[in-house]
């Protein structure tokens, strides 16, 4: 598993048509944080969009957000906890991240060396 610091959120989130059904229902704002938590926790881990059960909590989340998530399609409930809708369509994968960071890894090796010869590449 790969962490990430980082993760894709639509630049029309606020306008989105599901966004604005969950703002609709009470407690909707704060289930749309804890989606927004969940996007965060899945990049951090390397769940591929995966949210344990367990980890509920972890995003500041209640049995309530949960069943609004799912109600209004934005998580799907699978077995031993959620899985984020379409996360593989709009977030990098696991694998491609790990690829990301040891290529970064490497350009920065590459370019520190060039700062300061004394620091071999990394190859």
Request: proline content about 4%.
């Amino acid at each position: 598993m790969a962490a990430m610091s980082w993760v894709r959120v639509d630049a029309a989130l606020a306008s989105n048509p599901k966004v604005l059904a969950l703002l609709s229902e009470r407690g909707g704002d704060h289930a749309l944080c804890v989606y927004v938590f969940a996007l965060g926790y899945s990049a951090q881990q390397g769940t591929d969009g995966f949210i344990p059960s367990i980890a509920l909590g972890l995003i500041h989340g209640r049995s309530r957000d949960s069943s609004l998530l799912v109600t209004l399609g934005f998580w799907l409930e699978i077995p031993g906890g959620f899985e984020i809708n379409d996360w593989r369509e709009y977030q990098p994968s696991d694998e491609e991240a790990q690829r990301r960071s040891e290529k970064a890894k490497k350009a920065a090796a590459v370019r520190w060396s060039k700062k300061r010869p004394e620091l071999k590449a990394v190859k």
